[in-house]
């Protein structure tokens, strides 16, 4: 079983609608990222947040500790949304003698067609 | 806007030789991360720095692969002897580490091919 499960694979939604992507994990953390991987393969961190709730523009994202899942919520969506979304978590201890490094989900796919 | 850079940014080259990819990371950060991407796997940590030491690289196959930074404004990836199979994007990131949880700031990768 991987530690970081990314759900939906895929995705297609129409341009303005709703977007919810999840990410649950199994092991302790100390921060949570949500990145996405454009088309032309550039990776940009959107979100780092360990706890709450955080937003930028039509972007949301929240985590919920004790549940270890975390949602990340595009409104209005845009063709120009149109990427793999990934959640990548840091272990908050000596995971795998590992301090520091992310541990990534296998990424969701969005396409927004206009 | 200060950002990592690598080079090169496309590598074609035949199984046997060696590979070496470059990182700059962003002036003031103090850890580098070297990661693997593939259409299998996703993407994988290979190795971790801070203030330039090793910190991780249990993510590498030590019999050819190797990581350094010479200084702390250059990180090495070297594949030495490269095999097919290590065709793959690389990432290398950097950050500013002063606790738990901190952002990375990714480079566009090399996109590597070994024939």
């Known amino acids: 079983k991987n530690e970081v499960e990314q759900s939906p694979q895929n995705l297609t939604a129409q341009e303005g609608e709703f977007i919810t992507i999840n990410c649950s994990y199994s092991?302790?953390?100390?921060?949570l990222h949500w990145l996405q991987q454009h088309p032309g393969g550039g990776i940009v961190s959107l979100f780092m947040l360990s706890s709450g709730k955080k937003k930028h523009g039509r972007l949301i994202a929240t985590i919920n500790i004790q549940e270890k899942h975390s949602s990340l919520h595009i409104t209005a969506s845009h063709p120009r949304d149109s990427a793999v979304y990934i959640c990548a978590v840091r272990s908050g201890g000596n995971y795998g003698g590992s301090q520091g490094n992310l541990i990534f989900g296998k990424g969701t796919k969005l396409s927004v067609k206009p | 806007d200060a950002r990592v850079t690598q080079t090169p940014r496309h590598k074609v080259t035949e199984m046997g030789q060696e590979v070496t990819m470059r990182c700059q990371p962003i002036l003031g950060h103090n850890t580098v991360f070297w990661y693997r991407q593939t259409m299998m796997q996703g993407l994988e940590l290979l190795a971790y720095f801070r203030n330039r030491a090793p910190l991780d690289d249990s993510g590498m196959p030590k019999d050819r692969f190797s990581a350094e930074m010479p200084d702390a404004t250059l990180a090495t990836l070297k594949i030495q002897p490269s095999e097919p199979r290590d065709s793959a994007v690389y990432f290398c990131a950097s950050g500013l580490e002063g606790g738990g949880g901190f952002p990375q700031h990714f480079g566009d990768g090399t996109r590597l091919s070994i024939l």
């Open positions: 092991v302790g953390i100390s921060a």
